[in-house]
């Protein structure tokens, strides 16, 4: 079955601490795809990055980093630097590939990560 | 500016009542999806639509319904059958089924039954 699991509930880190959230997952598939999205107080997810099984590479994006190993089966996400800005809701989705028309993403229970000054 | 627009921010309504939650968007995607939020829960997938005059239920559409009759518009009813109807609404959008493209989501509407 597949499965995200987020273990860490709530992050508190005082700005500038580097952080990372952890992503581990669980699926039989050997396509899948992988999401980060982030949620600030407003309630609206953003989407911040997609990866595909195939591609290993480790991503940085400014302060945000991602690191992607399938020997672990985790995408964690890293935050370089962190300002207060970062404090949000982070959340881990994962998609396969051959879900065929039942496609849908599967939710880890997110991070709520606080920054404080 | 693309994007999707739900209405209203805030929601009440007595126990009983059926409400509409309007779901809009201008990003010309095919596909539109309902999640819900609780606390401590996560995203659950409600209903989604990949294309016009079609809709398929997700995780929890007991107490749900939709309708898609034209691309830009995803409106969830929210019926007097859902048990616990309080909860966070998040509408999205995407281009194709989430596993090739990423969600674009809406603002929510808090819903608030009494």
């Known amino acids: 079955a597949q499965k995200v699991t987020q273990a860490q509930t709530e992050i508190s880190v005082v700005e500038k601490e580097d952080v990372t959230l952890d992503c581990v997952y669980e699926t039989r598939d050997t396509t899948y795809y992988l999401f980060w999205y982030k949620q600030p107080p407003s309630g609206e997810l953003v989407f911040l990055i997609r990866?595909?099984?195939?591609d290993e590479q480790n991503e940085i994006s400014g302060r945000y980093s991602w690191n992607f190993q399938k020997s672990t089966s985790s995408f964690n996400f890293t935050i370089t630097a962190s300002q207060v800005v970062d404090s949000a809701v982070y959340f881990c989705a994962l998609s396969e590939a051959n879900a065929g028309n039942n496609r849908k993403l599967i939710w880890g229970l997110g991070t709520s990560l606080a920054v404080n000054p | 500016d693309g994007g999707i627009t739900q209405s209203p921010k805030y929601l009440f309504r007595k126990e009983g009542q059926n409400v509409t939650l309007s779901c809009e968007q201008n990003?010309?995607?095919?596909?539109m999806y309902w999640y819900r939020q609780d606390p401590g829960q996560g995203l659950r997938l409600i209903y989604y639509?990949?294309?016009?005059?079609?809709?398929q239920k997700g995780d929890i559409a007991e107490g749900y319904s939709v309708s898609r009759e034209k691309k830009e518009s995803f409106p969830l009813t929210v019926t007097s059958a859902q048990k616990n109807p309080t909860a966070f609404y998040l509408c999205a959008s995407s281009i194709t089924p989430p596993n090739n493209s990423p969600l674009h989501f809406g603002n929510g509407t808090r819903l608030t039954v009494t």
């Open positions: 639509s990949q294309i016009v005059n079609d809709f």
């Open positions: 990866r595909n099984s195939f």
């Open positions: 990003l010309n995607h095919d596909a």
